[in-house]
């Protein structure tokens, strides 16, 4: 846009706007203040130049009004800054005036403007209580995914089922969670750095959708067994080895966040180190999440359906059928405990108590998998009765 004034004569002034240059000219360049605190592109980036001069510097200081482009934080600062090199200084420009909608900027020469408001990252705000309660939450249910992995690891060769899916599935889990709890413990540090709170989204994305890819798997797998009722372990090895599951089981997730990130690079990094919610965003991990719960629903009843028809003919070996319903009933309750908390997200809308519910569901998810495969499992109960015998008579 351009406009014409008059000081002892005529000069053309042209300015121009940016719409898109955010993205480069990002706010976190601005290093002058604190560097812990969230900064925020509050304004489109604009260029004010005289044609035909190189000379920015101006006898008086010149106003202009730029528009917010979000809503202002009440206990935010904001900042007229301009750009110099490589990056926002403030040098030469301070703030006339603001309301809700609009600031006034004035400054002593021409240059590429941006507004930037400055805020205390949100986790010092937060209720001290709820971190409190998630920080022991999250570490007592990484505590019992160490157990089940120590009792799958121990108890290998007493475990007549394919483990494969059910360890990697507590992998995921245990390092998304052992990610998450270390983020939100140090966000006020990760905030300020844009680049590791985007990747940090990017890996508890990645691990959070291993999960429930190895959920899906195991299904699979059991579906086959149920369909040939066989002896599993054998029946599973001939259908796909174990390497074959790794690569399927790190590689969907991995593609999913590769194509997210292709779409919309700036998708990552929300306040709290996870998805955006903007562009709709957020669905880059529910619709994976929503489909995955989805085709595990149609196995398990495809599975029922089977295990009846089996019954009926009679015709096999009736405790290996017992054995699969039990492993049926087993994994539609981690299905539950997988899918529900995340489902349960969608209706939290600022309830402390449905945030609490969901804290409480999420972090135990560990803890529900080791009293479903290892407490409730009659083989792994043996083993854990022959270890308190032997070390009762050692320390006799």
């Known amino acids: 846009m351009y406009f014409c004034c008059c000081v002892s004569g005529s000069a053309a002034v042209a300015f121009m706007s940016y719409s898109n240059m955010n993205n480069m000219l990002k706010p976190s360049f601005f290093n002058i203040t604190d560097q812990y605190t969230v900064k925020t592109m509050m304004s489109t980036v604009v260029s004010a130049t005289l044609p035909k001069t190189n000379d920015t510097r101006l006898t008086k200081p010149v106003n202009f009004t730029m528009k917010h482009i979000k809503e202002t934080d009440p206990n935010g600062t904001l900042s007229c800054v301009y750009w110099k090199n490589t990056e926002w200084v403030v040098d030469g420009c301070y703030l006339v005036q603001t309301n ?142 174990w390497k074959c599951l790794i690569i399927i089981g790190y590689v969907i997730p991995l593609v999913v966040v590769g194509v997210s990130v292709g779409l919309f690079p700036g998708g990552y990094g929300s306040e709290q180190c996870w998805i955006k919610t903007e562009r709709d965003f957020v669905w880059s991990f529910l619709g994976p999440v929503c489909a995955i719960l989805t085709i595990n629903s149609i196995i398990f009843i495809a599975a029922i359906f089977t295990l009846r028809s089996a019954l009926a003919r009679l015709n096999r070996d009736y405790s290996q059928i017992k054995q699969i319903k039990r492993l049926v009933f087993k994994i539609l309750v981690q299905s539950a405990i997988l899918g529900c908390p995340w489902i349960l997200g969608f209706f939290i809308n600022d309830s402390q108590v449905l945030e609490m519910v969901f804290l409480f569901l999420n972090s135990q998810q560990g803890t529900f998998i080791f009293l479903v495969y290892c407490v409730l499992n009659q083989e792994v109960r043996q083993q854990y009765r022959k270890w308190m015998s032997s070390c009762f008579v050692s320390n006799r």
């Open 100 to 241: 809700s909608t609009h600031t006034v900027c004035s400054c002593v020469h021409l240059s590429t403007f941006a507004l930037i408001m400055q805020t205390k990252p949100s986790a010092e705000t937060s209720d001290p209580l709820l971190d409190l309660l998630s920080t022991v939450l999250v570490s007592v249910g990484l505590v019992f995914l160490s157990l089940t992995l120590l009792t799958f690891a121990v108890c290998r060769r007493h475990l007549r089922m394919n483990n494969t899916p059910r360890i990697n599935l507590c992998i995921s889990l245990l390092l998304a969670h052992l990610t998450f709890l270390l983020t939100q413990k140090f966000i006020h540090y990760i905030q300020p750095l844009e680049m590791l709170c985007a990747v940090l989204a990017g890996v508890l994305h990645f691990l959070f959708l291993s999960a429930f890819v190895w959920m899906l798997i195991e299904a699979v797998l059991l579906f086959i067994s149920v369909k040939n009722l066989t002896k599993i372990r054998s029946k599973q090895k001939e259908v796909l080895g």
